[in-house]
């Protein structure tokens, strides 16, 4: 003998558990471009503010005329290894730079044979098979920091400063 019919069809297709979010609201809500447009104009008005700022401080000079902090605390460009310090700044690893580094793996290969040099762009130790030296600046850099271009009659090795 079978199963007898649900007598209400029309009734139970509705009664689903659905969670219905924030984001399905905004996708496919009544109110949801109004929703993706608020999102895009604020988002788009933090970006061109910030930008502002540093671009404005940059160009102005503000940052020179403090004479007590020190120049890696700046808003210009840090090149290498730095570090969040505890007042949120961006300053420059603390490691000297004549001073002997202790022998340590390539950060490539892992490997701790051989002589190895400092990668001029994150600063990590780096051996001399993974070094690459960029046509632009002819700085030492691992082969993690290099772009190969291809586009040109020959190869190029760009390092990420010079690739922008």
Known sequence: MTKRACPFPETFSSQYKIHIGQQELNNYGVFGNKYRQEIYEKTKNLLFN????????????????????????????????????????????????????????????????GSRTRCSQCERQVCSSCSRQCSGCSSLCCSVCTIIDYSGRYDEVLCCSCST
Request: aromatic share 2%; net charge positive.
């Open 50 to 113: 910030g930008a502002k700022a540093v671009v404005g401080k940059i160009w102005t000079g503000e940052e020179k005329s403090v004479e007590h902090e020190p120049p890696a605390c700046s808003h210009t460009l840090l090149r290498g290894q730095t570090l969040i310090g505890h007042d949120g700044r961006l300053t420059k690893t603390s490691g000297a730079q004549g001073a002997p580094v202790p022998a340590t793996r390539c950060c490539v290969c892992q490997k701790s044979q």
